[in-house]
């Protein structure tokens, strides 16, 4: 979007506001003007400090001659002055106070800038529709069907009345000034009628400008026309009532709303190319097109856009796609006004975009050649990351002492640190007169890193300076770079950086100058020497990964088996890279979202996430270039990383797992935070997302495993057991105390720091003993269960502390100790009783005193038969309790219980 756009667009509102305040519009237009602060105050005859007090709001009422010399210098029309000076007026803005339905996306209801909770389905669905057919009226029979879609109850009309009552109590709660009469449900003849002006609800703003929009390019005045239809479409948030039931979002007034978007949509590009502004066209466009994947008016003006752009591969790309899709699901080809678009970007036969013209600074000469333009295609639309978004348009701040001059993306790979790069940078691009530089240093690539001399000899060529007379030495080459751009307004991308040496002499001295570096490391050092701003990405939250989902696959067909597109991206990990491998398969495969989930699982996932005929579009590629490039001690440090049995591992754990010393696990560990493959979850303890830890698991051998583990394991017996002894010394221990110290071994001096590292283990711990059931370690496995159980049963922890007794049993089982069966089975009755399920517990308890006769363990079988008493003495059975517990003191023979028929 162009600044002439944003400051035009400021006087009519939008979904998010209804009139913005003086100093933002001022301050846009200043930015349209190409104007510093310090530039317009001093040609409007103020300070610096007055004009920017101003556009702070800290001035609501300027003076009208001070209004007057900033128009004259920021080139105001008559109309653009008038609707200024009209936001200095006094008092609340129009319909301040009034309610706003928001229809054109998913349901909302406002008050003024106050949103207003609309819990209720049932109130959803009435307040939707009653919007949606404004200002038609809603019949009974239309209002039965949307409210109850599988058929009314017997009562329909009584629960009718009373929605209609709630509707009305929250479209006017009572109190509070009337500036304009309230929105409010009126009874018709038919039905209900939702009595409201047509600007109190978002379609009723959408049509109004989009028949002016209509009227103005029959004028014709396509630069007005342009604006009414920008301005119209920013209305939009999705498809109408997009969170609604489908009896609600098919209605035939739905349908019709939808479509009058796309035919405002059709005129936008129409006018844009018209205008010669296609950029500003297309991302709208793309999410048009993956909305409405077979309508062919939207792909003959996405590939008109991108061909005018100069984006040509994109372009026949578009075309292709739709090709192939209307052969596969229609049996037709492209229609006469799709080829035509196809024809016309193959022959150039395209307005070229032109930027808007702005004048070169007094003493600077205009640019002999064109402006670099160098930033590649977008992949698409483009969700999520607002939040990243507006921290990158820190590179844009108008105030100096806020501006960041650099900024480092970084996160791990296919994580979408590129795509969020070049999106904003195609969004802003707008703001950098002199053009964009962009380039591939493919520092994590499987071609050849790109030195910095040979990037300075590239951006120097696209400067301008003659191929003969570039430096040979890099120092003169980066001294000439930072020369040639003193004085310009460039964006310079630096994509997929090594480490800071590498970008470091692509950095110019300029301040009017935006650097942004993506890169898989941290990039520290630019940090603490060159005083860039760091961006870390995480993997997408699943509301975002849902969207992103729906933005490939069609939100349509996502919505379709909502259930399992959401389990989709959460089997993905939230991970955008493949989020999008696994949309453009299905995709490809036409297949269903839920048999694809069904595909994914297992342990092979990596292999599945990969499109067909194209090796570098894999999850496992992106994840081979940043392990191949660790050294060999952390790439190590990775694979075993990959067999932890919890979330996370502290250091000493690592240490354990690796065989090493704390330091030497703590100095890998930072390698791998630093090359944004393990994070740091809490101080001290780090894990790894779900796709990497499956991927590090694939490649350690299985010999380096077996040993990994069982170091790990032994180490948190040792530890689990001398915390126990510690904690609680009246229990009997599972056995002999642990021979040696392992590596990295702890001394817990007091019982705080003993019930600390429990705590802090609590989950590794139940882990290891599954692990080490299922794997082998059988004897490890019983004992740290027994360990544990004190510890999981006074911390309450039941259900984890039955789910580690019975994978203490299987293990015991597995190892043939009748001592240690017994003692499990004894913790999962225990359990039992805990949880209430007392009939299971006395089972359990009576499973124990067999297995404890078994095992000669006399205080086991006693215990059991005094827990099978107390279940008696409950259920009013007390003869047969106190005998019980009688043979209980004495541990007397087990005949008397089996006889009773207490076991089984």
Not at 360 to 377: I, K, T, V
Not at 512 to 538: F, H, K, M, N, P
Request: hydrophobic fraction near 40%; charged fraction near 25%.
């Amino acid at each position: 979007m162009s600044e002439r756009m944003s400051a035009a667009g400021l006087s009519r509102g939008g979904p998010d506001g209804e009139q913005c305040s003086f100093g933002p519009r001022l301050q846009a237009f200043r930015r349209r003007a190409g104007l510093s602060q310090e530039v317009a105050a001093l040609r409007a005859g103020i300070s610096t400090r007055a004009l920017r007090d101003i556009e702070r709001g800290r001035v609501q009422r300027p003076q009208a001659r001070t209004l007057q010399r900033l128009a004259e210098v920021l080139e105001l029309s008559g109309g653009e002055l008038a609707d200024l000076l009209a936001t200095t007026r006094t008092g609340p803005p129009r319909g301040a106070g009034r309610p706003r339905l928001l229809i054109l996306g998913p349901l909302a209801l406002q008050r003024g800038q106050t949103p207003v909770p609309v819990s209720s389905p049932m109130l959803r669905r009435l307040l939707g529709l009653l919007a949606l057919k404004h200002p038609e009226p809603s019949t009974q029979r239309e209002i039965t069907d949307t409210l109850w879609p599988s058929g009314p109850p017997s009562s329909h009309q009584s629960l009718v009345h009373t929605y209609v009552s709630q509707v009305r109590r929250l479209l006017d709660p009572g109190g509070g000034p009337r500036t304009a009469p309230t929105p409010t449900v009126a009874r018709t003849p038919t039905g209900y009628l939702l009595q409201a002006s047509r600007s109190q609800i978002d379609l009723g703003h959408f049509d109004e400008l989009l028949a002016q929009a209509e009227r103005l390019h029959r004028a014709p005045d396509p630069g007005a026309a342009y604006e009414s239809l920008t301005q119209a479409l920013r209305w939009w948030r999705g498809p109408v009532l997009a969170d609604a039931d489908p009896v609600l979002r098919q209605h035939p007034a739905a349908v019709v709303a939808n479509e009058r978007r796309v035919k405002a949509v059709l005129l936008h590009a129409d006018t844009a190319l018209l205008l010669r502004r296609p950029e500003e066209a297309v991302p709208l466009l793309w999410s048009m097109v993956n909305a409405e994947p077979l309508h062919e008016g939207l792909h003959a003006r996405l590939i008109l856009t991108l061909g005018s752009c100069g984006e040509q591969a994109a372009a026949l790309n578009a075309f292709s796609r739709l090709r192939d899709r209307l052969d596969k699901e229609l049996g037709i080809a492209p229609s006469a006004e799709v080829r035509d678009a196809h024809l016309r970007v193959l022959r150039q036969q395209l307005p070229l975009a032109q930027r808007p013209d702005r004048p070169a600074p007094p003493g600077r000469p205009a640019p002999a050649g064109p402006l670099p333009a160098q930033l590649p295609s977008m992949a698409g639309s483009y969700v999520g990351r607002r939040r990243q978004l507006r921290d990158l348009d820190a590179l844009l701040s108008p105030d100096p002492g806020e501006r960041a001059h650099v900024v480092a993306v970084v996160g791990a790979p296919g994580v979408g640190k590129t795509a969020l790069a070049k999106h904003w940078a195609h969004t802003r691009r707008a703001h950098f007169a002199d053009g964009q530089l962009f380039v591939d240093l493919r520092g994590h690539s499987p071609l050849p890193t790109l030195r910095p001399g040979d990037v300075l000899a590239q951006f120097l060529r696209a400067l301008g300076a003659p191929p003969d007379q570039l430096p040979a030495d890099e120092d003169e080459a980066a001294a000439l770079y930072r020369t040639l751009l003193a004085d310009k307004q460039m964006l310079i991308v630096l994509d997929n950086a090594r480490d800071a040496e590498q970008v470091r002499p692509l950095i110019p001295g300029a301040r009017g100058c935006a650097v942004v570096i993506t890169s898989r490391s941290r990039l520290a050092g630019l940090v603490v020497s060159d005083g860039a701003r760091q961006l870390a990405l995480d993997v997408l939250d699943p509301d975002e990964a849902r969207r992103l989902l729906g933005s490939i696959i069609g939100e349509c067909v996502a919505t379709a088996d909502e259930e399992a597109a959401r389990r989709l991206v959460e089997v993905c990990g939230g991970l955008p890279l493949a989020i999008r491998i696994a949309g453009a398969n299905l995709v490809a495969r036409d297949t269903g979202i839920a048999s694809y989930c069904a595909e994914l699982a297992g342990d092979d996932m990596l292999s599945r996430l990969r499109i067909e005929g194209d090796r570098r579009s894999t999850v496992r590629a992106a994840f081979d270039l940043s392990y191949l490039a660790l050294p060999a001690g952390a790439r190590r440090m990775f694979r075993l990383l990959g067999l932890m049995p919890g979330p996370d591992v502290s250091v000493n754990g690592a240490a354990a797992l690796a065989d090493t010393t704390s330091a030497a696990a703590a100095e890998l560990l930072v390698t791998l935070t630093d090359a944004h493959l393990v994070r740091e979850r809490a101080a001290g303890r780090f894990g790894l997302h779900d796709l990497l830890r499956s991927y590090a698991r694939e490649l350690a051998g299985a010999e380096e495993a077996r040993a990994a583990r069982q170091r790990l394991f032994e180490w948190y017996l040792y530890h689990a057991d001398a915390a126990a002894r510690l904690l609680y010394p009246a229990e009997p221990a599972p056995g002999p105390s642990a021979q040696a110290p392992p590596s990295a071994a702890l001394v817990f001096s007091d019982h705080g720091e003993a019930s600390e590292w429990l705590d802090s283990e609590r989950e590794s711990l139940s882990g290891a003993v599954r692990q080490a059931s299922g794997s082998g370690f059988s004897a490890i496995a019983w004992r740290l269960a027994e360990s544990l159980h004190s510890f999981l049963s006074v911390g309450m922890y039941t259900g984890e502390c039955l789910e580690v007794a019975t994978a203490g049993l299987f293990a015991a089982v597995a190892d043939g100790e009748l001592r240690a069966q017994a003692a499990a089975q004894l913790r999962r009755a225990e359990c039992h009783w805990l949880l209430a399920d007392r009939t299971r517990a006395v089972e359990l308890f009576g499973s124990v005193v067999e297995l404890a006769r078994q095992a000669d363990w006399a205080d086991g079988q006693a215990l059991a038969l005094r827990r099978i008493g107390a279940a008696h003495r409950e259920s009013g059975r007390d003869p047969l309790a106190r005998g019980l517990t009688r043979r209980g003191g004495a541990a007397g023979p087990v005949e008397g219980v089996t006889g009773l028929g207490l076991i089984r």
